[in-house]
């Protein structure tokens, strides 16, 4: 009885450290991110370089943490980001927008990884699993607050299986991360913007000879001498 209790001991608290560990792994929660300048200046340099007159709003940088079930603030997170966890990850973002008349908005993702809902201002805009494509989402102007707003994401680590990854990506892709990949930014458009473009080139004489048409989504003032 003696030997069997000296050798019950050592197994008690084996297990007790064992179970420890569990609980200690479970809450682990382990993140990475960039901080919001770098992440703005990459992603102001390739939208000048693709449409130099564009207009937008960054909503990189800090976000809150939040509960899902309570929404109490646990903390903050960068984004873009990733993060290694089965919990259901919550973030908030507030922003100020000055609306002009007869813009239209589109909210630009990037690629994300995991199951996502993304929300403005308590509307639904967003509710479904788009792993490695980018997500780009056309706001209603009425849901959209001329002053403060809220955008609010929700993302949950996917069981992700072999058909879920793209053609394009090698076989041995490593496992990424569920998170958000790229930085986020609100497209701001004129109410009036070139919605289709045709064009063609013509080589006679060592010369080149461009000729094209641009569609508006919708026609010019007349009377004004407008011309496209």
Same mark, same amino acid.
């Given at each position: ?82 993060f290694r966890s089965d919990t259901r ?43 490695? &494509? %980018?997500?780009? $989402? /056309? ?7 001329? =002053?403060?707003? *809220? ?17 394009? &990506? %090698?076989?041995? $892709? /490593? ?7 790229? =930085?986020?930014? *609100? ?42």
């Open positions: 009885m003696n030997l069997t209790g000296k050798h019950l001991a050592p197994v008690i608290f084996f297990w007790i450290l064992i179970s420890a560990a569990s609980l200690v792994k479970a809450d682990e929660f382990v993140y990475y991110s960039l901080p919001e300048e770098k992440v703005n200046e990459s992603l102001e340099a390739q939208l000048r370089w693709q449409v130099p007159q564009r207009q937008w709003l960054f909503l990189n940088g800090d976000w809150q943490i939040k509960h899902p079930e309570s929404g109490d603030v646990l903390g903050v997170m960068r984004v873009p980001c990733t990850l919550l973030l908030e973002k507030k922003f100020d927008l000055r609306k002009l008349p007869q813009s239209q908005f589109v909210l630009n993702l990037g690629e994300m990884n995991g199951f996502v809902k993304v929300r403005v201002n308590d509307h639904l805009l967003y509710d479904n699993l788009m792993n490695y &494509y %980018p997500v780009s $989402l /056309p706001v209603d102007p009425a849901q959209l607050n001329n =002053g403060d707003n *809220l955008i609010h994401i929700e993302i949950t680590r996917d069981a992700r299986r072999f058909g879920d990854v793209p053609g394009f &990506y %090698p076989i041995l $892709l /490593p496992q990424v991360d569920t998170g958000i990949l790229r =930085g986020i930014y *609100l497209e701001i458009r004129s109410g009036r913007f070139v919605e289709q473009l045709a064009a063609s080139a013509t080589v006679a004489d060592s010369q080149v000879t461009l000729q094209g048409a641009a569609l508006l989504n919708q026609p010019l003032p007349a009377g004004r001498g407008y011309q496209v």
